[in-house]
């Protein structure tokens, strides 16, 4: 049977997490993050919520994966970033 060599990231503006992953072919971005681990390692990010990619393209938790992709878990918005917008061309 084959694997899969996959990272899993999620990252803060001062520092990130990351975690390497052998997964067998066929696995999904949604089996990568249950196997990281990270629900344990980060307990206060809601992690179903959390939108989620494979270099910087929006996935599903559905979407299959291929050897070398790297799962991305996106933190949500601050704010809309047209309201922010916004309100520097107010200013």
């Given at each position: 049977?084959?694997?899969?060599?996959?990272?899993?990231?999620?990252?803060l503006?001062?520092?990130?997490t990351?975690?390497?992953?052998?997964?067998?072919?066929g696995?999904?971005?949604?089996?990568?993050?249950?196997?990281?681990?990270?629900?344990?390692?980060?307990?206060?990010?809601?992690?179903?919520?959390?939108?989620?990619?494979?270099?910087?393209?929006?996935?599903?938790?559905?979407t299959?994966?291929?050897?070398?992709?790297?799962?991305?878990?996106?933190?949500?918005?601050?704010?809309?970033?047209?309201?922010?917008?916004?309100?520097?061309?107010?200013?």
């Open positions: 049977m084959s694997r899969l060599q996959v990272s899993v990231v999620y990252a503006p001062d520092t990130a990351e975690i390497e992953l052998s997964l067998p072919a696995s999904t971005v949604g089996d990568a993050l249950s196997r990281s681990g990270f629900a344990a390692k980060l307990p206060q990010v809601d992690l179903a919520r959390c939108a989620l990619g494979v270099f910087g393209r929006r996935v599903e938790r559905s299959v994966l291929a050897n070398g992709d790297r799962v991305e878990v996106y933190r949500p918005l601050l704010a809309d970033p047209k309201e922010a917008r916004k309100r520097r061309v107010r200013r």
